[in-house]
Nanobody, 132 residues
């Protein structure tokens, strides 16, 4: 059974940092085979694509929504079956449930955009609360 599990959420003060991790089981979270996306859903709002990574033909893609550019960094942990989202300089508007998701290679993550509907493996989410 293919599963994704997020962990690392919590309460942090504005300006602080958190590192979210997404662990895969039942499949190998290899960017040669999967695109990885990070999404979030704040109370009363829809699910928003935050970042994604993929490896295309001859090149790789990464995407960040404007509101997190320069503050969030997505990465794959070498030697481990997981990916991470490092979040720095957190703001109150970053408060949300954060999800990781995977799509088959060639789908979901493109240059300059992310296609939420093409991600078909989802974690259960982890809460991030930014408050003083």
């Amino acid at each position: 059974q293919e599963q994704l599990v997020e962990f690392g959420g919590g309460l942090v003060q504005p300006g602080g940092s958190l590192r979210l991790s997404c662990l895969a089981s039942g499949f190998t979270l290899d960017l040669d085979y999967y695109a990885i996306g990070w999404f979030r859903q704040a109370p009363g709002k829809g699910r928003e694509g935050v970042a994604c990574m993929s490896v295309g033909v001859g090149k790789g893609y990464s995407y960040y929504v404007d509101s997190v550019k320069g503050r969030f960094t997505a990465s794959r942990e070498k030697g481990e079956n997981r990916v991470s989202l490092k979040m720095d300089n957190l703001k109150s508007e970053d408060t949300a449930v954060y999800y990781c998701a995977a799509a088959d290679a060639g789908y979901g993550c493109y240059e300059g955009r992310l296609s939420r509907g093409e991600f078909d493996r989802w974690g259960q989410g982890t809460q991030v609360t930014v408050a003083s």
